[in-house]
């Protein structure tokens, strides 16, 4: 994360309901007051929060992947899912629960899978043109066909991160099958797709994967949220920036073009709101952890203001949320 001050409760909140026992995240060169945030978070048990600044014109995403993949509790992790903070992992089957997606793959506590290819879902912004302190979920669900190219793109669920050569983006880099102690193909040795389908094309020296086929893509059982554009403000701080994965000018008309469709409703991401509601309550009310949240929403707005060259000062919702951080010094 960088500059991710206002989304990070709801992010956290997420995946604690989903039963991730352990949340490890990664800042470099922050300019808000997101790190501290986060490290209210670590003291009070919710996450682990590593600082990792990267040189300019350096590719960022390796390095922090790379940084994440020495915590102890990335080395000791049973199951790893990489994700970034506009990605919900959306759980359709029982509960919406991580036990609930593993439950089929798991047979007297063995696992019978390596890993799971989870597809993405990507949501357009419904003309939002304004940044609101709201969760991301509730406010998108004009969602890209299931038939668009972007819809086949992955993040995967994975066993036993040490077993790889690294951590990728999309999922993890060539399996180190002298690790493992096994060969490929035996139970528990095997990549599915969320509906259970095999992944044939995953091979521990075969190619990163980052999308399955249009056959094997599928959202039925789970999927990734994917905000990429959120508001037109949030997105206005990406254009002219350079992509942390490859350092190119990613972020352009033709990124929002082909990100910003709403084919089909979907509002799945509200089947358990009342669990989440109460987790994110809960967060909100640890020490420190609302004030520092107004106060990375205050940033933000700055942020957004300068970028279109105005006077944030103009701006009566950064007041307000000085306002509202200033009530609970």
């Known amino acids: ?26 800042t470099n060169n922050c300019t808000d007051r997101s790190p501290e945030l986060l490290d209210a978070l670590q003291t009070a048990g919710w996450v682990h929060h590593i600082r990792h600044d990267v040189e300019p ?3 960022v995403t390796a390095q922090k992947l790379a940084a994440a993949r020495t915590h102890v509790a990335v080395r000791r992790a049973a199951w790893l899912l990489v994700c970034d903070v506009d990605e919900f992992l959306v759980i359709h089957r029982g509960d919406g629960r991580l036990a609930d997606l593993l439950a089929p793959h798991v047979v007297d506590g063995v696992p019978q899978i390596m890993g799971m290819a989870i597809n993405w879902r990507v949501f357009g ?12 979920h509730r406010q998108f669900f004009g969602a890209l066909s299931r038939k668009r190219s972007l819809s086949q793109f992955v993040k995967t669920l994975y066993r036993v991160p040490r077993w790889f050569g690294a951590l990728g983006e999309h999922g993890p880099r060539r399996l180190i099958l ?27 020296s075969g190619e990163y994967l980052r999308m399955l086929t249009s056959g094997q893509t599928s959202h039925a059982v789970a999927q990734i949220n994917h905000y990429m554009i959120r508001s037109d403000e949030t997105f206005s701080l990406k254009k002219g920036t350079l992509s942390p994965v490859a350092q190119t000018n990613r ?10 469709h709403t084919d089909e409703i979907d509002d799945s991401a509200l089947r358990h709101a009342g669990a989440f ?36 000062e103009d701006d009566p919702r950064h007041a307000q949320q000085l306002a509202l951080a200033a009530a609970l010094e």
């Open 1 to 26: 994360m960088r500059n991710e001050g206002p989304f990070i409760i709801e992010w956290v909140a997420w995946y604690r309901r989903l039963g991730f026992t352990d949340i490890v995240v990664v």
């Open 57 to 59: 014109d350096q590719k």
């Open 125 to 136: 912004n419904d003309a939002r043109r304004t940044w609101m302190d709201s969760p991301v």
């Open 178 to 204: 002298s690790r493992t102690r096994k060969s490929w193909g035996d139970p528990g040795m095997t990549w599915v797709n969320s509906a259970g389908k095999p992944v044939p094309q995953w091979q521990p």
């Open 251 to 260: 972020y352009g008309a033709q990124y929002y073009t082909r990100a910003n």
């Open 277 to 312: 509601d109460a987790v994110f309550q809960t967060a909100m009310a640890l020490p420190g952890v609302a004030r520092l949240h107004h106060l990375c929403c205050a940033d933000h707005l700055r942020l957004i203001a300068e970028k279109a060259g105005r006077r944030v």
